[in-house]
């Protein structure tokens, strides 16, 4: 970790009682100079640092572990086309309809809506009546859209 060294300066030199920007900690001056110049002090990086490394580990390891150690013996059986208990009678490639999309993606849409209200459940007392109006104007948004599409018949399942 470095040191700061405290150096006697002229006293045009800029306020020593100046805050230091956040990462910057330590300070060294130039005697010649009079000017500050900061170090960064990467201390504070090191339990975001130690948080990736273990994340990468707890995902990297098992993979590694069932690969070195898990049993390899293929034969046609096991490296056959499996599908629902039975073979495969068409192409992988067939074409899907449009109509299967447009259902899972409005309701990824109105699922990640809805999820925005548990914070605000959990925050009721502390967002007062502005939060509460701000939620209902929220809600009345996503019923206008949700009673749209239910019009267009974008969720009819034919």
């Not at 110049?37 to 069932?66: C, E, H, R, S, T």
């Not at 939060?131 to 009673?147: P, T």
Request: glycine share 6%; net charge positive; with cysteine.
């Amino acid at each position: 970790m470095a040191k700061a060294v405290r150096v006697r300066v002229s006293p045009t030199a800029p306020n020593k009682n100046k805050p230091l920007p956040a990462p910057f900690s330590v300070v060294v001056h130039r005697a010649q100079s009079g000017e500050r110049i900061y170090k960064m002090n990467l201390d504070q990086y090191l339990p975001v640092l130690l948080f990736i490394l273990v994340g990468m580990a707890v995902g990297v390891i098992p993979l590694a572990l069932g690969y070195i150690l898990g049993p390899n013996r293929p034969d046609a059986q096991k490296n056959s086309p499996y599908e629902c208990g039975f073979e495969a009678f068409e192409d992988a490639r067939m074409k899907f309809d449009v109509r299967y999309y447009l259902v899972a993606i409005l309701f990824i849409l109105f699922d990640l809506e809805i999820a925005f209200l548990v914070p605000w459940a959990a925050s009721l007392k502390e967002v007062g009546v502005t939060g509460f109006v701000a939620v209902l104007i929220f809600l009345a948004v996503l019923v206008v859209g949700f009673a749209y599409e239910w019009k267009k018949g974008a969720l009819d399942w034919e």
